[in-house]
């Protein structure tokens, strides 16, 4: 076996697992409305169990129903009610040998009033949590220790259930971790002061799961070895955290770091790199007896692997990794990596999930939707008939690796010498290099399924015809949109295309980029390196489309690199070495010098050329930008479900 650390077994307190692979909490609102576990999630955990995960830890799990919302349609434990359904979601993953923790949790100042119906937040002191911007109440003594005694109840509910153990959320600036650091805790009862008033919130919660559910129940605890805030936890905190831990008792210890404050740390983009916080963990093992479970922004099998003979930490979690392909871990154990679809940190995940709405994965269309889009619900009827798919970008290959499983004959069309489509430029601003990988995963899979692939080869009305096909996917992705204004068609204007892809070399140059969405954004941080850039854009902000996180770094390294963003204003002509901008609020006119003039205004469907398809066949199906311009996310979702009843 490759991976003998990966794939060996491990314990946490009696409870054998079956490897070190974990999947941590992750929020996904697939829960029924009223916090059950809905066939949605129970397939959902299923998939993950059944692709080789050896302990699962439920999305944060409530324990009090009134405070203690920390999203819509959260998995709930307060009452007895809810065991039937947590039972089914226990068989569901144990018939894979899989063990699964419930992850107890309250919000306290990290949620918002409108999912208390309206009450007050509550926290242990009124201290604003910067990212919510609400002031909470203080909780009584009486409150608190009322608190106590629900997340007990959890534990109870979730034992009852023939779940395996709990894990007691203590991180990422929720209540718990409220109490525990001083940034958040500035209590004069006994609940606050000094470290041990501190954690003595926890320490009740902790021994009061133990009294009730027995000395042997396993008992995890996530906490932020660093809070990375001025006056929060540090490292040197979180292992006195850790040690206290142990000595009462419990049986693992969840590492992770930050607060919503700092959530880039917790949740990290693509600009983070694998491993970057594995000295919280290891500095913690190295201090603790217990095993550690500790996430490090795992994308590859080979850096699990890693961290594990580097003892960083004794489990590793693998989060949004599992979210993107729920058969993570048997690739990795029977040698299939190449077909292992990874996290490309773009952070659509959590943009859909903070909107309110269930979890979506941009390389997973089928992420949350398991109980729909699966092999057995598949129809194969392709008979072998052919199918043609014009455009081999990230939709032309969902829809055929799909249409392929379905045993069609597809023939996938690319007029570029390589697949990939608008990917061949997405992955060249930095940071990028998981898009590379996409698209060597997505090649990888249509060869497994026996997809014919032509490329260097313009599909037309004719050539398909040639085929005699059964129907045609259209995806032939979108073209620049280029403004109708004086000289726009000059040597010195350009797309943003033909600057990531190299078809335009610019150094030494004073370059006006029109548009301020994510490609102008990126294709600036790329110019910005040999020529002085500023940005134009019509609206009163840029990059509106990008995860916060994403949105704030990608600001920042433009401001360094000297960038300028001009918002407000649009390009209404074009000059030898000069543009005129109109500004937004006035209409009034103003001009700024420019060697060149790179457009970034985003694509427009090809018409002209699905119409002439349309025309010609019977069946035929527009997906991507060819319908209607939009995300990776919405092109890969749309082929995957347009395929699936093709």
């Not at 203080?138 to 509910?157: D, H």
């Not at 089928?366 to 009827?381: A, C």
């Not at 290099?433 to 996409?438: F, V």
């Not at 096909?469 to 040597?491: E, H, K, L, R, T």
């Amino acid at each position: 076996m490759k991976y003998q650390k990966l794939f060996s077994k491990g314990k946490i307190g009696n409870l054998e697992l079956k490897n070190r692979i974990v999947m941590p909490a992750m929020g996904t609102g697939f829960a029924s409305f009223n916090g059950e576990a809905s066939d949605e999630l129970i397939r959902y955990y299923e998939e993950r169990a059944k692709g080789g995960c050896g302990l699962i830890i439920t999305e944060i799990t409530r324990i009090d129903d009134e405070t203690g919302i920390g999203m819509s349609n959260q998995l709930t434990a307060t009452s007895g009610k809810y065991i039937p359904r947590l039972t089914r979601l226990a068989d569901a993953v144990h018939r894979y040998d899989t063990k699964i923790f419930i992850q107890l949790h309250h919000p306290g100042n990290e949620t918002y009033s409108r999912l208390l119906g309206g009450r007050q937040i509550v926290a242990p002191s009124p201290v604003v949590c910067k990212v919510v911007g609400e002031m909470p109440r203080e909780l009584t003594t009486a409150e608190c220790e009322a608190m106590v005694k629900k997340f007990v109840t959890g534990a109870v509910i979730a034992k009852n259930a023939g779940i395996d153990g709990v894990e007691i959320h203590a991180a990422h600036g929720y209540l718990i971790n409220q109490f525990i650091s001083p940034h958040t805790n500035k209590r004069t009862d006994k609940y606050g002061g000094d470290f041990y008033n501190r954690m003595r919130f926890i320490t009740e919660i902790i021994l009061g799961i133990r009294y009730t559910c027995g000395q042997s129940f396993p008992i995890s605890v996530r906490i932020s070895a660093d809070e990375f805030i001025d006056d929060g936890l540090k490292l040197e905190d979180g292992i006195k955290v850790a040690r206290y831990l142990e000595s009462l008792g419990i049986h693992a210890i969840n590492v992770s770091c930050g607060t919503y404050e700092s959530g880039h740390t917790i949740i990290e983009p693509s600009f983070m790199e694998e491993g970057w916080k594995k000295h919280l963990a290891k500095a913690i093992k190295k201090n603790v007896k217990i095993p550690v479970i500790a996430v490090n922004t795992i994308k590859h099998p080979a850096a699990a692997e890693a961290l594990l003979e580097e003892e960083v930490s004794d489990f590793v979690g693998i989060g949004r990794g599992q979210l993107v392909d729920p058969q993570w871990g048997n690739k990795a154990k029977y040698g299939k990596e190449e077909l292992l679809r990874k996290c490309i940190g773009c952070m659509y995940c959590f943009k859909i999930a903070n909107q309110g709405r269930p979890l979506a994965c941009t390389v997973n269309p089928i992420l949350g939707r398991e109980t729909i889009y699966n092999d057995k619900n598949i129809v194969k009827d392709g008979e072998g008939k052919t199918v043609a798919v014009i455009g081999g970008g990230p939709g032309g290959m969902q829809a055929a690796y799909v249409l392929a499983k379905r045993g069609f004959h597809v023939v996938l069309f690319e007029k570029e010498k390589v697949l990939g489509g608008t990917l061949n430029v997405a992955d060249r601003p930095p940071h990028k290099a998981m898009i590379t990988e996409l698209i060597q995963t997505q090649v990888a899979e249509l060869r497994v399924q026996g997809v014919e692939i032509q490329i260097n080869t313009e599909a037309d009305v004719d050539t398909v015809k040639a085929l005699n096909p059964y129907g045609v996917i259209v995806a032939v992705g979108g073209s620049p949109i280029v403004p109708n204004v004086p000289g726009i068609d000059g040597p010195n204007v350009c797309t943003a295309e033909d600057v990531l892809s190299g078809k335009v070399s610019i150094e030494g140059k004073q370059v006006a980029v029109i548009g301020g969405g994510v490609t102008g954004l990126e294709t600036s941080e790329v110019l910005a390196k040999e020529n002085k850039v500023t940005v134009v854009e019509m609206m009163n902000e840029v990059g509106t489309s990008l995860y916060a996180s994403v949105r704030g770094a990608l600001l920042k390294r433009l401001a360094a690199a000297g960038v300028e963003i001009l918002t407000g204003h649009g390009l209404s002509g074009v000059s030898d070495r000069e543009i005129t901008l109109s500004i937004t609020e006035t209409a009034h006119s103003e001009k700024r010098k420019a060697d060149i003039v790179v457009l970034a205004i985003g694509v427009r469907s090809r018409k002209k050329l699905t119409d002439e398809f349309e025309k010609a066949f019977d069946k035929v199906t527009l997906v991507g930008d060819a319908r209607k311009p939009g995300l990776i996310a919405e092109a890969m979702r749309e082929a995957n479900d347009k395929a699936f009843v093709f």
